[in-house]
């Protein structure tokens, strides 16, 4: 299975939330749903969501082309370099 990374930006102040998927178009509604209807799992990007509004963010991939694992360690990588930083709340 071929994976890759995304992030999603907030336009307004560059803070990113970092995932990894197999199918970006899926990925892409799924968080684009949960963000619209408020039910994120992530609480601080949901807040900015709310308060800037969809077109102030921006989904993209950052690598494509990865096995799970290289995506699994790439992901983990970006999340602890910016922890406390950016979206993502779960540590590694």
């Known amino acids: 299975m071929e994976m890759l990374i995304y992030q999603i930006r907030n336009l307004t102040n560059d803070k990113k939330y970092y995932g990894k998927t197999d199918d970006f178009d899926r990925r892409r509604t799924r968080h684009?749903?949960?963000?619209?209807q408020n039910q994120h799992h992530c609480i601080p990007l949901q807040e900015d969501w709310k308060e800037l509004?969809?077109?102030?963010?921006?989904?993209e991939i950052l690598e494509t082309g990865l096995t799970v694992e290289e995506a699994a360690k790439f992901e983990q990588e970006l999340i602890?370099?910016?922890?406390?930083?950016?979206?993502?709340?779960?540590k590694w």
């Not at 509004?53 to 989904?59: L, Q």
Request: proline fraction near 0%; charge should be neutral; hydrophobic fraction near 20%.
């Open 80 to 90: 602890k370099r910016s922890y406390g930083v950016n979206y993502n709340t779960s």
């Open 53 to 59: 509004g969809e077109y102030n963010f921006a989904m």
């Open 32 to 36: 684009y749903n949960d963000l619209n």
